[in-house]
């Protein structure tokens, strides 16, 4: 098993970092009724794989029912992950969306509507996330401009995660699908 090369400490850091930023001055679920939060059927388990090292921030706890996360462990391989990710992988998804502890929502749920991509130079740039989704989210669709302090201080934690080697890994491979 590899393991994450993100410490506890810096993952912290990343969390604080993106607790003071936002993508717009209001809550953008008001726009589309938390789509993001509440898209899907719950036959299909809609949630995210935790990025590796990302679970230590997410204590599970004893009772079931006080815990506001349902976790599953995968095998990596089977969901498509970069074959260097940790083992297990983490899946989550909200007991009760839209209505989470916004302090320890997810790393994906807090730079939602974007996405790292390597270009073709090997540079860092934040697309808009266009892939697949249940839901249509209107900040991508209208292309909505979004706060520069939320841009810089998500641009700032994905240069910092793809040091570690599976998260680059899983990046550079998403990047190659839009090539």
Not at 152 to 175: C, F, G, K, N
Request: contains cysteine; aromatic residues 10%.
């Amino acid at each position: 098993m590899n393991s994450p090369a993100i410490s506890q400490r810096t993952w912290r850091a990343i969390y604080r970092l993106l607790d003071r930023v936002s993508p717009v001055d209001y809550d953008c679920g008001t726009l589309c009724g938390a789509a993001c939060c509440c898209a899907g059927d719950p036959e299909k388990e809609m949630g995210i794989y935790l990025l590796p090292g990302e679970e230590k921030l997410h204590q599970r706890c004893e009772d079931p029912e006080e815990d506001w996360l349902l976790w599953r462990e995968d095998d990596p391989a089977e969901h498509n992950l970069p074959e260097n990710w940790p083992k297990p992988a983490y899946f989550v998804r909200c007991k009760t969306p839209p209505h989470c502890p916004r302090q320890l929502r997810p790393f994906q749920c807090r730079t939602f509507p974007l996405k790292p991509f390597i270009n073709g130079d090997g540079i860092l740039e934040l697309v808009y996330n266009r892939e697949d989704l249940p839901y249509q989210c209107p900040l991508v669709e209208d292309e909505m401009e979004l706060n520069e302090d939320f841009i810089r201080a998500t641009y700032t934690v994905w240069y910092h995660l793809l040091q570690d080697p599976a998260i680059l890994e899983m990046v550079a491979e998403d990047s190659d699908l839009f090539l």
